[in-house]
């Protein structure tokens, strides 16, 4: 296919400048052309129209600081051309277009595009020259849109000051795009990271209805997630919405810091409502549409609504920019701005509006743009010198300059500018030099107190300087959350929408609340440690078990030992003593058994000391239930006898004579003695009692148990040791009117009557107490009962033995027996 081009005759505009000819502020003739848009007015509200005309922006709202960029855009085009470094010998021109709309600014695109006042519709741009090599602007992220996707076609660069919609980072969209200004990706990065430097985590958005502010507000939200905070409020404004409603929300949902993201004039508005509506004490996060508003900031009042904290571009000071304003105001008092075809008068090329600043009015507007106009300009210029292959004797004039060569040299750039280093990255977005200024606003000087920074070259570093922020109050950072921190030892319970709100509650008993890992979870402990209500974390439990140095327990052993030591002694006084009536009337033989099992019981509380071992658990209670029963049966047998000779003998003779024969009371011992053995076997064999833990009745220790064997023979055993301590106290009490000699009522009613209290206590005691004393009960229970045998039977008679001879005689005996019988005889 060969050149099928169409030739689209759209503007004339190669005619107007051959009719009028007249120095305008919006064009400059030079050998190459660049393409400027600024917004000197803007349109808020389209009209709808009937009939097909031309948009006239002079009409509409006039913005000081777009003509302010505009004259740094002639300014710089000016300084390349008075420069012999830069472009030797080859002069820049422009072309400038008011450009106030989204929608009906299309004359000026085409303007530019066209080649000798027609734009042609061709299959290949390899060789396409438009007017202008480049375009810069427009203003705003949405006018940029709806215009690029001309631009694009034939990949005329397109250095944008002022649209910092992330979209537009988009290559695959927009190729032949690059910025001068950052993408609101670094914007809202550094937004975040001061929320984040202050801790805050409840925040508002506001922004206006446009590309910026959704853009702005979509990569808010995706960096909200990623930084645990939440947006409490958002609302898209427009120039007639409710403001007051909008703050009043704001105020009610307890936010303390308010983003606002949008236009200038929707910004402008919402402060001025903030101070009409007396809404204090917030903080108010300013992106670089306002960050340095000056008209704001002579706002009545503004002191009251609170801290502003407005994020601009590192300040650039433009050597000579205003002389060159200075100057140019001068020549410009008589030229009216002129179109080239005044009659017409929608060319756009027109601002009456602008011959009216003053000098000053234009030098004090808001600089925040004017870096970026400068280094756009320059980009251009430098690629262009590139494309031109220009040395210092001059430049290859003669080498066509294609809107794509143009462009492949832009992205390879790498040059400094007043200090700055301008370069582009793949996105064709800048390097970013932000600064964080705090707004003044009580009066002093500086009026923008610069406070932090953030910048990505060479390297990515973020500050604020904490010690030049006042805050009101104690001057400590406001609370910016949705929920004060729960106290230590509380868990979070997180509302249903925000992550960010909560309530606080308690963390039961043995569980504990790390913040680091989870602050909305009570993890429970772990084995073997415990936690009161309300704990950060866990602490061992304490072992408890009855060691042996302690002094109940040696005290205890002591005694048990004493027993031992007794039982002994009075063992070697019976013996010697042996043919003596105590000791015959005491039993005899029998005496002598019953010492030593009191002695082999009292052993047993041996094993309630120390660590629990399976030996120790065995015999704390076999060896004395054992024992004891020998013991007790032998005093049940003598009550036993005594009873039947005294009160039975005489009734039953045959039956005494035979219990005297086969020698009765050693055959009731042995055969008791025998079946104790047996349950006892067989409770400790069956289920061998072990060590344990007990780990339920206290949450902070771990008790050192014995398991109790079989208790179902346990039971059989404290029966059958219940039921023979019930016939011995039987057979005593029915004794108790015999003479004193052999009147053991009383001393096996008082033993018996310990070892009843003593147990009781105890088994009550463990009824209703689980903790490790109990085993010093439980052995001080044994002791007491062996202690009862052995004080109320053997030490009365070995004090008769010892200190009173006289009653240890057969006639002395005699006596209390026939004193007896008589008294029995009498009755
Ligand atoms: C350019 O040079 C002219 C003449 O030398 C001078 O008047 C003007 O101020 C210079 N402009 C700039 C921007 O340097
Ligand atoms: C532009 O117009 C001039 C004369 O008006 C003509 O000589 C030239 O060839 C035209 N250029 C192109 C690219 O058509
Ligand atoms: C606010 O919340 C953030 C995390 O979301 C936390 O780091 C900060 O300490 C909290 N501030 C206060 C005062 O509790
Ligand atoms: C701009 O000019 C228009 C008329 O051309 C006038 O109505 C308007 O008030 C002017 N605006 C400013 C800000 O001077
Ligand atoms: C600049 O261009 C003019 C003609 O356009 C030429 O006469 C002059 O020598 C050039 N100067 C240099 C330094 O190249
Ligand atoms: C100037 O550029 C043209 C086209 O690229 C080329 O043919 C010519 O040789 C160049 N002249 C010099 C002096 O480099
Ligand atoms: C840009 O230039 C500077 C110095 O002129 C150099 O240090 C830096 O590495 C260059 N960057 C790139 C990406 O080439
Ligand atoms: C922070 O600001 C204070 C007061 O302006 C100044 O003295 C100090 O040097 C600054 N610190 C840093 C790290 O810049
Ligand atoms: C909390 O959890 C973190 C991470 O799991 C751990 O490093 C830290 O030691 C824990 N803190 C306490 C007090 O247990
Ligand atoms: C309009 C303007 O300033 N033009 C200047 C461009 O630069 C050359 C020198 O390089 C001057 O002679 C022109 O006056």
């Known amino acids: 296919m060969q050149w099928l081009a169409f030739f689209l005759l759209l503007l004339n505009v190669a005619n107007w400048f051959k009719t009028s000819f007249l120095a305008s502020e919006f064009n400059l003739q030079g050998d190459y052309l660049l393409g400027g848009l600024f917004s000197l007015n803007i349109v808020f509200h389209p009209k709808r129209q009937s009939y097909p005309v031309a948009l006239e922006c002079q009409r509409y709202q006039f913005d000081e600081s777009a003509y302010q960029m505009f004259e740094v855009m002639r300014f710089t085009v000016e300084e390349i051309n008075n420069s012999s470094t830069l472009l030797p010998n080859v002069s820049l021109g422009y072309e400038i277009f008011d450009h106030c709309s989204d929608t009906q600014n299309f004359p000026s695109v085409f303007s530019f595009m066209s080649q000798n006042g027609s734009v042609p519709v061709l299959q290949s741009y390899n060789n396409y020259q438009p007017k202008v090599i480049a375009v810069i602007g427009p203003y705003e992220s949405t006018t940029t849109i709806t215009v690029a996707p001309f631009f694009m076609m034939n990949l005329i660069p397109m250095v944008d000051y002022g649209a910092s919609s992330y979209d537009l980072s988009n290559k695959a969209l927009y190729p032949s795009f690059l910025r001068t200004v950052p993408s609101n990706k670094d914007l809202i990065e550094i937004i975040i990271r001061i929320i984040k430097w202050f801790g805050w985590n409840w925040v508002a958005f506001i922004g206006s209805l446009d590309d910026y502010s959704r853009d702005g507000l979509n990569l808010f939200y995706q960096s909200l997630r990623q930084n645990g905070i939440c947006m409490a409020y958002q609302e898209m404004l427009h120039l007639t919405s409710d403001y007051q409603t909008t703050l009043r929300k704001i105020d009610k949902l307890n936010v303390k810091v308010i983003v606002i993201f949008s236009m200038q004039v929707i910004a402008e508005n919402t402060i001025k409502a903030a101070i009409k509506y007396n809404i204090r004490n917030k903080v108010w996060i300013a992106g670089e549409g306002w960050a340095m508003n000056k008209q704001l900031f002579r706002e009545p009042g503004i002191e009251n609504i609170g801290k502003i904290f407005g994020i601009t571009e590192q300040f650039m000071s433009l050597p000579g920019l205003d002389d060159f304003i200075y100057k140019s105001r001068e020549n410009s008092e008589d030229d009216e701005g002129q179109c080239p075809q005044p009659t017409e008068n929608v060319c756009n090329q027109v601002c009456n509006n602008c011959t009216k600043l003053s000098s000053e009015d234009i030098i004090n507007e808001d600089p925040t743009f004017s870096f970026p106009v400068y280094s756009a300009i320059y980009t251009m210029a430098h690629a262009l010198h590139s494309v031109l292959q220009c040395a ?17 040299e832009i992205k390879k750039l790498n040059f400094s500018l007043n200090g700055r280093q301008v370069q582009y990255d793949g996105n064709g977005d800048p390097t970013v030099s932000y600064v964080v200024v705090l707004w003044n606003t009580q009066g002093s000087f500086p009026p923008f107190k610069v406070i932090g920074s953030f910048e990505t070259y060479p390297e990515i570093t973020f500050t604020i300087n904490s010690s030049r922020i006042h805050w009101d109050n104690d001057g400590s950072v406001p609370f910016g959350n949705c929920s004060i921190e729960c106290k230590n030892g509380f868990q979070r319970e997180y509302d249903r929408n925000h992550k960010c709100c909560f309530n606080c509650k308690i963390c039961p008993g043995n569980t504990y609340v790390n913040y680091t890992k989870d602050p909305a979870t009570c993890f429970p402990c772990s084995k073997g440690e415990w936690s009161p209500e309300g704990s950060t974390s866990c602490q061992k439990r304490i072992i408890m078990y009855l060691p042996f140095t302690e002094p109940l327990s040696i005290l205890l052993m002591a005694s048990a030992f004493s027993l031992e030591l007794l ?30 099992s009191l002695i082999m019981s009292s052993i047993s509380v041996f094993f309630f000391f120390g660590q629990p071992t399976v030996i120790a658990c065995t015999f704390r209670n076999v060896m004395f239930c054992f024992f004891y029963t020998i013991c007790l049966s032998c005093l049940t047998v003598r009550s036993l006898q005594i009873f039947w000779v005294f009160k039975m003998a005489n009734r039953f003779p045959e039956v005494y004579k035979c219990w005297v024969k086969y020698n009765g009371q050693w055959l009731l011992i042995a055969v008791v003695s025998v079946v104790q053995f047996i349950f006892c076997v067989l409770w400790v064999t069956l289920i061998t009692p072990t060590p344990s833990k007990d780990e339920t009745s206290y949450d902070n220790q771990i008790i050192l148990i014995c ?51 003593s147990w009781c206590v105890y088994f009550t005691a463990d009824m209703i107490y689980d903790g490790v004393q109990i085993q010093l009960i439980n052995s001080v229970a044994q002791l007491s009962s062996l202690y009862g045998i052995l004080l109320s039977y053997f030490i009365p008679k070995s004090y008769v033995i010892v200190f009173q001879p006289k009653k240890n005689t057969q006639a002395y005996f005699q006596t209390t027996i026939q004193s007896y019988t008589q008294t029995i005889s009498r009755m």
Do not use: Q, R
């Open 707 to 757: 398991s109790s064997g079989y208790m179902n023979i346990f039971y059989v055993v404290v029966s059958f040791i219940l039921s023979l301590s019930i016939l011995c106290f039987f057979f005593s009490y029915m004794c108790a009117d015999l003479p004193k000699d052999y009147n053991e009522a009383k001393s096996i009613t008082f033993s018996m009557l310990l070892f009843y209290i």
């Open 567 to 596: 039982c002994i002694a009075v063992t070697v006084l019976f013996l010697y003593n042996y043919s003596t009536p105590v000791v015959k009337s005491a039993g005899g033989n029998m005496c002598f058994l019953m010492l030593a």
């Open 392 to 408: 210092a004797n001059g430049c290859n004039k003669s080498t066509p300059v294609y809107p794509y060569k143009l462009l492949k």
